[in-house]
């Protein structure tokens, strides 16, 4: 499975942006797919996940109430909506995906080791 994430792109403070994941190879079954990202000189931080089979979403309270996730089964795509942007949320954005279908528990969504496949990431920049 190959994951590609875009729509990445310089925005200023306020501004919205969506960004896609699109997954492609062979058919993709999945528990859980999920954003992260990682700021210059930081580690990859959790931003948010969603349950592949019931939409189940999850986010980090950093982005809770700002940041959508949603999914199209039928495209095998993940969408990230990001509203009322903000310097902070200037980073790489990676999308991933889990390779097996059950067994995590929900404190694992936030945890970088639960994904098996990774996107190359987008660079999302907030302007002040």
């Known amino acids: 499975v190959q994951l590609q994430a875009s729509g990445g792109g310089l925005v200023q403070t306020g501004d919205s942006l969506r960004l896609s994941c699109a997954a492609s190879?062979?058919?993709?079954?999945?528990?859980?797919m999920g954003w992260f990202r990682q700021a210059p000189g930081k580690e990859r931080e959790f931003v948010g996940a969603?349950?592949?089979?019931?939409?189940?979403?999850y986010y980090s309270d950093s982005v809770k109430a700002r940041f959508t996730i949603s999914k199209d089964n039928v495209k095998n795509a993940m969408y990230l909506d990001m509203n009322n942007l903000k310097p902070e949320d200037t980073a790489v954005y990676y999308c991933?995906?889990?390779?097996?279908?059950?067994?995590?528990?929900?404190?694992?969504?936030?945890?970088?080791?639960?994904?098996?496949?990774w996107g190359q990431g987008t660079q999302v920049t907030v302007s002040s």
């Open positions: 969603i349950r592949w089979s019931s939409g189940s979403t």
């Open positions: 991933a995906a889990s390779r097996k279908v059950g067994g995590y528990v929900v404190s694992s969504y936030a945890s970088a080791l639960t994904y098996d496949y």
């Open positions: 190879g062979r058919t993709l079954s999945t528990e859980i």
